[in-house]
Protein backbone atom coordinates (compact mmCIF):
# COMPACT_ATOMS: atom_id res chain seq x y z
CA UNK A 1 0.00 0.00 0.00
CA UNK A 2 1.56 3.35 -1.35
CA UNK A 3 -0.57 6.78 0.49
CA UNK A 4 -0.12 10.21 -0.15
CA UNK A 5 -0.79 12.80 1.19
CA UNK A 6 -1.44 16.46 0.52
CA UNK A 7 -3.85 19.21 1.88
CA UNK A 8 -4.03 23.19 2.33
CA UNK A 9 -1.06 24.34 4.39
CA UNK A 10 -2.17 23.67 8.23
CA UNK A 11 -4.63 21.77 8.13
CA UNK A 12 -2.53 19.05 10.26
CA UNK A 13 -1.89 16.50 7.43
CA UNK A 14 1.67 15.81 9.20
CA UNK A 15 -0.02 15.09 11.84
CA UNK A 16 -2.72 12.28 10.30
CA UNK A 17 -0.15 10.80 8.43
CA UNK A 18 2.25 10.71 12.06
CA UNK A 19 -0.61 8.81 13.36
CA UNK A 20 -1.38 6.65 10.49
CA UNK A 21 2.12 5.49 10.54
CA UNK A 22 1.82 4.59 13.77
CA UNK A 23 -1.47 2.33 13.64
CA UNK A 24 0.29 0.94 10.79
CA UNK A 25 2.98 -0.36 12.32
CA UNK A 26 1.25 -1.77 15.51
CA UNK A 27 -0.86 -3.81 12.98
CA UNK A 28 2.11 -5.33 12.11
CA UNK A 29 3.42 -4.08 9.13
CA UNK A 30 6.50 -2.86 7.65
CA UNK A 31 6.23 1.20 7.59
CA UNK A 32 8.22 3.49 5.53
CA UNK A 33 7.39 7.04 5.85
CA UNK A 34 9.00 9.48 3.21
CA UNK A 35 8.89 13.46 4.10
CA UNK A 36 8.86 15.34 1.36
CA UNK A 37 7.60 18.51 2.54
CA UNK A 38 10.08 21.37 1.63
CA UNK A 39 10.17 21.98 5.87
CA UNK A 40 9.66 18.71 7.14
CA UNK A 41 8.42 18.06 10.48
CA UNK A 42 6.99 14.14 10.02
CA UNK A 43 10.58 13.62 12.78
CA UNK A 44 9.26 15.68 15.35
CA UNK A 45 6.07 14.39 14.89
CA UNK A 46 6.78 10.44 15.76
CA UNK A 47 9.41 11.54 18.06
CA UNK A 48 12.85 11.24 16.82
CA UNK A 49 15.37 12.96 18.45
CA UNK A 50 18.25 15.60 17.44
CA UNK A 51 16.10 16.38 14.47
CA UNK A 52 18.10 19.67 13.90
CA UNK A 53 21.32 17.09 13.00
CA UNK A 54 18.77 15.88 10.11
CA UNK A 55 19.70 17.46 6.12
CA UNK A 56 16.83 16.32 4.12
CA UNK A 57 18.55 14.67 0.82
CA UNK A 58 17.66 17.35 -1.11
CA UNK A 59 19.76 19.60 0.36
CA UNK A 60 22.77 17.57 -0.07
CA UNK A 61 23.72 18.45 -3.35
CA UNK A 62 27.38 17.58 -3.32
CA UNK A 63 26.01 13.86 -3.22
CA UNK A 64 23.43 14.16 -5.21
CA UNK A 65 25.45 15.37 -7.99
CA UNK A 66 28.34 13.47 -7.66
CA UNK A 67 25.26 10.17 -7.80
CA UNK A 68 24.10 12.02 -11.31
CA UNK A 69 27.23 11.59 -13.08
CA UNK A 70 27.28 15.24 -13.99
CA UNK A 71 30.78 16.94 -14.69
CA UNK A 72 31.38 20.80 -13.82
CA UNK A 73 30.89 22.47 -17.06
CA UNK A 74 29.71 19.76 -18.95
CA UNK A 75 25.92 19.59 -20.22
CA UNK A 76 25.42 15.99 -19.59
CA UNK A 77 24.60 13.56 -16.63
CA UNK A 78 23.14 10.00 -16.16
CA UNK A 79 19.04 10.16 -16.29
CA UNK A 80 19.29 6.25 -14.89
CA UNK A 81 21.11 7.45 -11.70
CA UNK A 82 22.47 4.43 -8.87
CA UNK A 83 20.00 5.09 -6.13
CA UNK A 84 19.40 1.46 -4.72
CA UNK A 85 21.71 2.00 -1.78
CA UNK A 86 20.59 5.19 -0.80
CA UNK A 87 17.95 3.84 1.34
CA UNK A 88 19.63 2.22 3.78
CA UNK A 89 22.52 5.35 4.05
CA UNK A 90 19.49 7.69 4.57
CA UNK A 91 16.74 6.40 6.65
CA UNK A 92 15.76 6.66 10.41
CA UNK A 93 14.01 4.74 12.95
CA UNK A 94 11.55 5.13 15.70
CA UNK A 95 9.47 2.60 17.70
CA UNK A 96 9.53 0.66 14.44
CA UNK A 97 8.63 3.48 12.12
CA UNK A 98 11.14 3.95 9.23
CA UNK A 99 11.60 7.59 8.31
CA UNK A 100 13.01 9.12 5.34
CA UNK A 101 13.89 12.83 5.26
CA UNK A 102 13.42 13.68 1.39
CA UNK A 103 12.82 16.96 1.19
CA UNK A 104 10.92 18.77 -1.57
CA UNK A 105 11.27 17.89 -5.43
CA UNK A 106 11.41 21.20 -7.19
CA UNK A 107 11.00 22.26 -10.81
CA UNK A 108 14.12 23.48 -13.20
CA UNK A 109 12.36 26.86 -12.63
CA UNK A 110 12.11 26.66 -8.99
CA UNK A 111 15.93 26.62 -8.97
CA UNK A 112 17.02 22.92 -8.35
CA UNK A 113 19.28 21.62 -11.15
CA UNK A 114 18.17 19.09 -13.57
CA UNK A 115 20.50 16.28 -12.25
CA UNK A 116 19.80 16.91 -8.99
CA UNK A 117 16.20 16.70 -9.43
CA UNK A 118 16.90 13.34 -11.47
CA UNK A 119 18.15 11.42 -8.73
CA UNK A 120 15.49 12.63 -6.18
CA UNK A 121 12.75 11.55 -8.57
CA UNK A 122 14.30 7.97 -9.30
CA UNK A 123 14.92 7.99 -5.51
CA UNK A 124 11.55 8.40 -4.76
CA UNK A 125 10.54 6.05 -8.33
CA UNK A 126 12.46 3.36 -6.07
CA UNK A 127 10.85 3.72 -2.76
CA UNK A 128 7.60 3.62 -4.43
CA UNK A 129 8.01 0.23 -5.91
CA UNK A 130 9.53 -1.56 -2.40
CA UNK A 131 6.30 -4.36 -2.81
CA UNK A 132 7.17 -5.78 0.87
CA UNK A 133 6.62 -1.81 2.73
CA UNK A 134 3.51 0.11 3.47
CA UNK A 135 4.26 3.58 2.34
CA UNK A 136 3.12 6.74 3.41
CA UNK A 137 4.18 9.96 1.50
CA UNK A 138 3.66 13.41 3.09
CA UNK A 139 3.92 15.75 0.14
CA UNK A 140 4.10 19.79 0.33
CA UNK A 141 1.10 21.76 1.02
CA UNK A 142 -1.69 22.82 -2.30
CA UNK A 143 -1.19 21.55 -5.24
CA UNK A 144 1.65 22.17 -7.62
CA UNK A 145 3.38 19.03 -6.74
CA UNK A 146 0.61 17.00 -8.43
CA UNK A 147 1.32 19.25 -11.82
CA UNK A 148 4.80 17.80 -11.48
CA UNK A 149 3.74 14.44 -11.66
CA UNK A 150 5.99 13.35 -8.49
CA UNK A 151 3.89 10.75 -7.11
CA UNK A 152 1.95 9.17 -10.24
CA UNK A 153 3.28 6.17 -8.57
CA UNK A 154 1.03 5.61 -5.51
CA UNK A 155 -2.10 3.52 -4.68
CA UNK A 156 -3.83 6.53 -3.59
CA UNK A 157 -4.22 10.26 -1.88
CA UNK A 158 -5.46 11.57 1.15
CA UNK A 159 -6.93 15.05 0.91
CA UNK A 160 -6.85 16.46 4.51
CA UNK A 161 -9.47 18.82 4.76
CA UNK A 162 -10.61 21.65 7.43
CA UNK A 163 -14.13 22.76 7.99
CA UNK A 164 -13.12 26.15 5.71
CA UNK A 165 -13.92 27.08 2.82
CA UNK A 166 -10.71 27.91 1.43
CA UNK A 167 -9.47 24.33 2.57
CA UNK A 168 -12.56 22.88 1.24
CA UNK A 169 -11.45 24.60 -2.43
CA UNK A 170 -7.62 23.81 -2.06
CA UNK A 171 -9.07 19.92 -1.56
CA UNK A 172 -10.91 20.16 -4.78
CA UNK A 173 -8.29 21.52 -6.94
CA UNK A 174 -5.89 18.62 -5.07
CA UNK A 175 -8.77 16.00 -6.44
CA UNK A 176 -8.83 17.61 -9.83
CA UNK A 177 -5.92 17.26 -10.85
CA UNK A 178 -5.02 13.99 -9.00
CA UNK A 179 -7.15 12.79 -11.36
CA UNK A 180 -5.74 14.27 -14.04
CA UNK A 181 -2.28 12.58 -12.81
CA UNK A 182 -3.86 9.10 -12.96
CA UNK A 183 -4.09 8.58 -9.13
CA UNK A 184 -6.54 5.86 -9.27
CA UNK A 185 -7.79 6.33 -5.67
CA UNK A 186 -8.44 10.16 -3.98
CA UNK A 187 -10.30 10.29 -0.58
CA UNK A 188 -10.75 13.11 1.57
CA UNK A 189 -9.94 12.92 5.05
CA UNK A 190 -11.61 15.85 7.98
CA UNK A 191 -9.14 17.13 10.47
CA UNK A 192 -10.44 19.62 13.55
CA UNK A 193 -13.96 18.83 13.02
CA UNK A 194 -15.84 19.81 16.42
CA UNK A 195 -19.44 18.76 15.52
CA UNK A 196 -21.95 17.51 12.97
CA UNK A 197 -22.48 20.67 11.50
CA UNK A 198 -18.74 20.55 10.50
CA UNK A 199 -18.94 17.30 8.81
CA UNK A 200 -22.05 18.34 7.01
CA UNK A 201 -20.63 21.76 5.74
CA UNK A 202 -17.51 19.77 4.72
CA UNK A 203 -20.07 17.26 2.90
CA UNK A 204 -22.11 19.86 0.99
CA UNK A 205 -18.60 21.65 0.26
CA UNK A 206 -16.81 18.28 -1.31
CA UNK A 207 -19.80 16.47 -2.65
CA UNK A 208 -19.06 13.64 -0.32
CA UNK A 209 -18.25 13.02 3.07
CA UNK A 210 -14.55 12.49 4.18
CA UNK A 211 -13.41 8.41 4.81
CA UNK A 212 -12.88 9.48 8.69
CA UNK A 213 -12.52 13.16 10.43
CA UNK A 214 -10.49 13.81 13.12
CA UNK A 215 -11.45 16.05 16.32
CA UNK A 216 -9.44 19.58 17.31
CA UNK A 217 -6.77 17.54 19.57
CA UNK A 218 -5.70 19.73 22.38
CA UNK A 219 -3.70 16.93 23.86
CA UNK A 220 -1.57 16.57 20.65
CA UNK A 221 -1.36 20.45 20.28
CA UNK A 222 0.65 20.26 23.77
CA UNK A 223 2.67 17.86 22.41
CA UNK A 224 3.76 19.51 19.87
CA UNK A 225 4.41 22.42 21.60
CA UNK A 226 6.73 20.94 24.02
CA UNK A 227 8.70 18.98 21.08
CA UNK A 228 6.76 15.74 22.27
CA UNK A 229 5.88 12.81 19.72
CA UNK A 230 2.31 13.50 18.53
CA UNK A 231 1.69 9.38 17.96
CA UNK A 232 0.67 8.76 21.64
CA UNK A 233 -0.62 11.67 22.79
CA UNK A 234 -4.43 11.11 22.19
CA UNK A 235 -5.89 8.14 22.35
CA UNK A 236 -9.41 9.22 20.40
CA UNK A 237 -6.84 10.71 18.01
CA UNK A 238 -5.22 7.32 17.62
CA UNK A 239 -8.56 5.38 17.50
CA UNK A 240 -10.06 7.38 14.29
CA UNK A 241 -6.43 6.47 12.71
CA UNK A 242 -7.30 2.80 13.34
CA UNK A 243 -10.39 3.52 11.44
CA UNK A 244 -8.40 5.50 8.71
CA UNK A 245 -5.88 2.54 8.08
CA UNK A 246 -8.88 -0.47 8.28
CA UNK A 247 -11.01 2.07 5.61
CA UNK A 248 -7.88 1.85 3.33
CA UNK A 249 -7.40 -1.98 3.65
CA UNK A 250 -10.65 -2.35 2.98
CA UNK A 251 -10.85 -0.42 -0.12
CA UNK A 252 -7.30 -0.85 -1.35
CA UNK A 253 -8.33 -4.53 -1.40
CA UNK A 254 -11.66 -3.49 -4.01
Same mark, same amino acid.
Given at each position: MKIAISGKGGVGKTTIMGLLARQTQKSGREVLVIDADPSPHMAQALGVENIGDITPIAEMKKMLTDRSGKVEGSPFYNINPKVDDLPAQYMLEKDGVKLMVLGAIQTAEGGCACPENTVLKRLLTRLLLNPTQTVLLDMEAGVEH? #? &??????????????? !?????? &?? #?LKIRKLARESGIPRIY +??? *?????????? +???? #?? #??? !???? +? !??? *??? &????????????????? *????AQLLAGLTELMQK
Open positions: L #G &RGTIAGVDGLLIVVI !PAMSSV &RT #G +FVG *NLVADEEDEL +FLAD #GL #GER !PLVC +F !PDS *NRI &RKAERAGMPITEADEAM *NGVA
